[in-house]
């Protein structure tokens, strides 16, 4: 498998907190990998400190992002409320589920495994009416308390964190876009639309360089950018990230 990785560089856009994981895994299968991100995340708890006197009154917490977990876990351990007063929370995804875990929390049965908010939303919308806390970073989309509002059930939203854009090189990132041998991965939207901004546009001729997708959402961005998505993780985790790489550059090596 590593010749398949031979030559290819791989830009990991996390924020540099969040992209050691990736990192390490593309490192072990042979690629070249630097981390570049274009966002920082700066959590706000604080923001969620004077809903958590209701919180018994919601059926459970709908996280989207392991940021808004977090951010979550910081305001309730400055209440120093115990797992217990904390109803079941639904997460997408393993990595939100694990920071819902290691606080002690309750994972609502079934929601890790949806991959996506709007999977998850439907899921839940097929429940009898209930009241939900959707804590969220200030760029989410409206799907999930869409989907869940016309089911009849109440969302209440507390942005709890917020997406900043870091100032790139916007000749370097250009000189990568016009790169076959580049891969860029990609986590989130906001990700998307911050390198967008500062990245001189490129027609399809000169956009040579690939790109991998967490999500359905993000490759819409991406696509919407005009940027070829070449895979899609199949599950929302780096694992399923770089197997999606991995098969792309396997079925090129085979031609």
Same mark, same amino acid.
């Given at each position: 498998?590593?010749d398949?990785?031979?030559?290819?560089?791989?830009?990991?856009?996390?924020?540099?907190?969040q992209a050691d994981?990736?990192?390490a895994?593309?490192?072990?299968?042979?690629?070249?990998?630097?981390?570049?991100?274009?966002?920082?995340v700066v959590?706000?708890?604080?923001?969620?400190?004077?809903?958590?006197?209701?919180?018994?009154?919601?059926?459970?917490i709908?996280l989207?992002?392991?940021?808004a977990?977090?951010?979550?876990?910081?305001?309730?351990?400055?209440l120093?409320?115990?797992?217990?007063?904390?109803?079941?929370?639904?997460?997408v995804g393993r990595?939100?589920a694990r920071?819902?875990?290691?606080?002690?929390?309750?994972?609502?049965?079934g929601?890790?495994?949806?991959?996506?908010?709007?999977?998850?939303?439907r899921?839940?919308a097929?429940?009898?009416? =209930?009241?939900w806390?959707f804590?969220?970073?200030?760029q989410?989309?409206?799907?999930v308390?869409?989907i869940?509002?016309a089911?009849?059930?109440?969302?209440?939203?507390?942005?709890?964190?917020?997406t900043?854009?870091?100032?790139?090189?916007?000749? =370097?990132?250009?000189?990568?876009?016009?790169?076959?041998?580049?891969?860029?991965?990609?986590?989130?939207?906001?990700?998307?639309h911050a390198?967008?901004?500062?990245?001189k546009?490129l027609?399809? =001729?000169?956009?040579?360089? =690939?790109h991998?997708?967490?999500?359905?959402?993000?490759?819409r961005?991406?696509e919407?950018?005009?940027?070829?998505v070449?895979?899609?993780a199949?599950?929302?985790?780096?694992?399923?990230?770089?197997?999606?790489?991995?098969?792309?550059?396997?079925t090129?090596?085979?031609?």
């Amino acid at each position: 498998m590593a010749d398949v990785w031979s030559g290819i560089t791989v830009i990991v856009t996390r924020p540099r907190a969040q992209a050691d994981g990736l990192a390490a895994l593309l490192t072990a299968r042979g690629a070249t990998v630097q981390v570049e991100p274009v966002i920082d995340v700066v959590l706000m708890p604080e923001r969620l400190q004077s809903r958590l006197p209701e919180i018994r009154t919601f059926a459970g917490i709908v996280l989207t992002s392991a940021n808004a977990a977090r951010a979550l876990r910081a305001a309730i351990a400055v209440l120093g409320l115990s797992a217990s007063d904390i109803p079941p929370c639904a997460p997408v995804g393993r990595a939100t589920a694990r920071v819902v875990r290691a606080a002690g929390w309750a994972v609502w049965p079934g929601t890790e495994e949806t991959g996506s908010g709007e999977a998850l939303a439907r899921m839940l919308a097929s429940l009898p009416p =209930r009241r939900w806390w959707f804590p969220c970073g200030d760029q989410a989309l409206d799907t999930v308390p869409a989907i869940l509002s016309a089911a009849g059930h109440e969302v209440v939203r507390d942005v709890c964190y917020e997406t900043r854009p870091v100032q790139l090189d916007g000749a =370097r990132w250009s000189a990568w876009f016009a790169s076959p041998a580049v891969f860029f991965t990609w986590f989130s939207p906001s990700a998307v639309h911050a390198c967008a901004a500062q990245c001189k546009p490129l027609g399809p =001729r000169e956009m040579q360089a =690939r790109h991998a997708c967490i999500g359905a959402t993000t490759a819409r961005a991406c696509e919407a950018q005009g940027w070829p998505v070449a895979c899609v993780a199949a599950a929302p985790t780096e694992e399923a990230l770089l197997e999606a790489m991995a098969g792309v550059l396997k079925t090129q090596a085979q031609r």
